[in-house]
């Protein structure tokens, strides 16, 4: 007997027009194309920075690389689960299936990285830092294994899907809880030029990480190829948005508050001394 579970995801139960299967492809392959590019943004603007943010812009280059190859994993998984059979393209015809569990499983690497990098951007001072980052880390961790177990559930399940997602839904408002305090000592401890920073992170972090749970959600509007589609897409936005841009914010961040704390990059140390021009 096959159980839902069997089908792991949607992407297995539902042919697709050729429209929405190159759609598919395109949103993965700029996914992971993104990401792998803005490896080498991170590891530039790491020589921009002081030294104790230096490890905020190489997190986002180790997430960069981290999330690329679980994507670009995700886009051969697509390419090979599907065959053009009869005008569609149609799923498990080559005894393959699609799952976007390796998504989970990435997560379980890139959110205690994207959670260590807030609270080191903000010069959370040693002690305070590792504590903090302990307590983001540990609901985190549980809200991703717990919706890791439940999304098996979308081909079907929903009581799985529905109990596991509300299970995880509790550990992310603790997370919430947790990201609150670090803003809030984000807050105190920046410069007063940049407290908005912190304030504005807040509002983009609850924003992006919101749309995760939509997409673990979609699939109860219907096994149909748009809602496969756009949870593609939905998946590709937070991920662009909850690792890429926010990595381009926290090291905008760090990049001006090295500034105000009076850090000169070597090469312009060297432009602009009279050593250096003579
Ligand atoms: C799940 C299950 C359903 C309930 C909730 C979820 C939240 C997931 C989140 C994921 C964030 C992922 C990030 C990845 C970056 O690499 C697990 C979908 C609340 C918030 C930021």
């Known amino acids: 007997i096959v159980s839902p579970a069997d089908f792991g995801s949607i992407e297995n139960l539902v042919p697709l027009t050729t429209g929405q299967y190159t759609a598919g492809s395109l949103i993965l ?37 981290s999330a690329g190859l679980s994507l670009l994993r995700e886009f051969s998984t697509w390419e090979t689960s599907y065959a053009f059979v009869a005008g569609m393209y149609q799923p498990l015809s080559e005894n393959s299936t699609f799952t976007n569990a390796f998504r989970y499983g990435n997560w379980t690497i890139t959110v205690p990285l994207l959670l260590t990098q807030l609270g080191i951007a903000f010069g959370l001072p040693r002690p305070e830092l590792h504590k903090r980052t302990l307590r983001m880390i540990i609901p985190a961790i549980l809200m991703i294994w717990t919706g890791l177990y439940g999304q098996f559930g979308e081909t079907g399940d929903w009581s799985r ?21 670090v803003i809030s000592r984000g807050i105190a401890l920046s410069p007063a030029e940049l407290k908005g920073w912190p304030k504005n992170i807040w509002w983009y972090f609850l924003a992006t990480w919101g749309l995760y749970p939509i997409a673990y959600a979609l699939p109860q509007l219907g096994f149909t190829g748009d809602v496969v589609v756009v949870r593609q897409l939905l998946f590709t936005i937070a991920d662009i948005s909850s690792k890429l841009i926010y990595g381009i914010i926290l090291s905008r961040y760090v990049l001006r508050r090295s500034a105000l704390e009076g850090y000169v990059p070597a090469a312009e140390a060297l432009e602009t001394s009279p050593a250096g021009s003579a």
């Open 29 to 65: 392959m700029i996914s992971y194309g993104a990401h792998f590019a803005f490896i080498l943004y991170f590891l530039w603007s790491s020589f921009q920075v002081a030294p104790r943010y230096r490890i905020v812009t190489i997190l986002s280059a180790v997430v960069m690389a």
């Open 161 to 181: 899907l529905n109990i596991w997602g509300v299970i995880s839904t509790v550990f992310f408002v603790w997370l919430i809880v947790e990201v609150r305090g």
